[in-house]
């Protein structure tokens, strides 16, 4: 199962995803969920960079796949990349969450608040 946990800060601005395990919907090349979950989740990641003009922290298991995390160190962004950051994990959440609809026995996705 792939567990997605979106963190938000203090101010309910989402600052952190992190997706972690397989799907195992499917074999090799053909789990639907797997597919559907790295899609939108590299789609966030690439939107910000292109969209949002800078690099987020991410980390990936490049060798075995089933981790993917981002960090957002809203700091040092302007507002106008903030707003753009903001629009992309908030619709990273919403297809995420469309796809737990679907398929929750393959997927779980929660949300967290920082303290």
Known sequence: ???????RDTTGAINHFTLSGHADAGEYGQDIVC???S???I??????EALAGFTPDVEADEVNGGH????VNRGSLT???QHITQILLENLLLSLQSIEEQYGAY???STANQH
């Open 1 to 7: 199962m792939i567990k997605a946990v979106i963190t």
């Open 43 to 48: 789609g966030a990641v690439n939107g910000i």
């Open 107 to 109: 997927l779980t996705v």
């Open 68 to 71: 993917l995390a981002l960090a």
């Open 35 to 37: 597919s559907a979950v």
């Open 39 to 41: 899609a939108v989740s």
């Open 79 to 81: 507002g106008e990349q």
